[in-house]
DNA sequence: TGCGTTATTGGCAATATAGCCAAATAGCCA
DNA sequence: TGGCTATTTGGCTATATTGCCAATAACGCA
């Protein structure tokens, strides 16, 4: 692992990292639908508004989605459209492992 | 967000944290060529055994990995092929942010 | 059987993360 | 300006993760 290959490794783990969080999921595909303001994301969440600002604020670290301030709004989007295709290959471990379960079964 | 959708966004959550670390991105890298016993992914890595196992044990929880034990060798491969496909998306948020400090350079 | 090799597990210290409350900040409008 | 709303930030505690060393387990071979 030399220090250019390491570096890459890093910065996708960042992103995974990122993502790799139930609220974090769920807000990225509430803005893969459209745009969202803060309020409405705590409000769909059900947690502290605190809380959800914190998760925006690594998405956007991460370069997973821009923000845009209107007036007393923070409307958030996706910064690009794939993210979601992302989860077909996820699915399918979990396809695979269904199969292994019922293999035993048998 | 019901019950049902939280189970969903955390299996995916799962995934994805699992994925979430530089050796464990660089240990999926190289089953996507070839699978490999323990002791040549620690060679590779350059780490301490104990700690490539227990990256490899966060990789086989998570689904990602599966493994075979032949005389005194435990050889990994990926349980499913498409893990790095993933990372087109990946890399066009890092193209994204390039763009965008290109733009600030203006 | 006993030794050397390979891999996993337990335990520990350092560090990072999550979520809440409270405080600070920014913008609107009367 | 003053008050209201929306959002971010600081601070805290609880919990999880990482990586090393030491100990244990599994296997092959002399």
Redesign the interface.
Known sequence: ?DQK??AI?????????A????????IIEELEKEERCVCDLTE???ADVSTVSKHLSVLKQ???VLSDKRGNLVFYRL??P??L??????E???K??AEDHSSLVK
């Open positions: 692992m290959q390491k490794l890093e910065a996708r783990a960042n992103v995974l990292k993502m790799a969080h139930p609220t974090r999921l769920f769909l969440i059900g991460a370069g997973i910064r690009v794939c993210i295709s992302f989860f077909g290959c996820v399918s471990i979990f695979a492992q």
